[in-house]
């Protein structure tokens, strides 16, 4: 494994013609492009939806699979679809609980060495898989009117804070954005009161942008309560 990581690192640094690198960045825009244009056709027409993340390493027999589960369930109860990073876990999970709630299942799968699989609850026309995150990444925030942010890993907490520095900066509209878990997250929570707050890296408002929950029926209630006074829309 060590060798292998030093051979990368040593191709990385060869030197190439300016003419093979071209040619490489330019196929490379040619795939990028493709992803979004395939993104974006086949998600324009999903109708509104909530986003669980989590943790591709969560079991089955977790209570927080079985939240995500029953979050998912009781959102489509209530007309919305959801979106998950397509894989097994939280993912799973989410996508399960949209199938039996008999809503939208979406799966937004990512090509990796390991972890990755794509879940077997997902609507077929609503697999996509992806090879780069940023892609990846544009087509929660933009097809999203809330996220459920489930305990996980540095991809789980990347997506959050993505997701609540688009809120801060006005990038796109405002929407929930729901952590569930307090033990899990409440230490977190606390770093960001104590510390980016006092040290005047962020402001009192923007503490407000995310709630923490314990429970799926309070993670379903904060989504419905945002939604019965405000009109969806676009994220951007």
Known sequence: MEENKEELIKLAFEKTSLSASERSSSWKLF??????VQGFDKLESIGPCVTIFGSARTKPEDKFYKMATD???KLTKKGYGIITGGGPGIM???NKG????GG?????????EFEQHANPYIDIDKSI???YFFVRKVMFMKFSQG???MPGGFGTFDEFFE???LIQTKKIAAFPIVLVGREYYGGLVEWIKKVMLEEGTISEKDLSIFQLVDTADEAVEIINNFYSKYVLKPNF
């Open 129 to 131: 898989n992806f090879d």
């Open 163 to 165: 997701a609540v520095t």
């Open 147 to 149: 996220f459920i942010v």
């Open 98 to 101: 949209a199938k039996e709630g």
């Open 31 to 36: 795939k990028i492009m493709a992803e979004f």
């Open 71 to 73: 979050i998912a369930y």
């Open 92 to 94: 799973e999970a989410g």
């Open 104 to 112: 939208t299942s979406v799966g937004l799968n990512i090509e990796l």
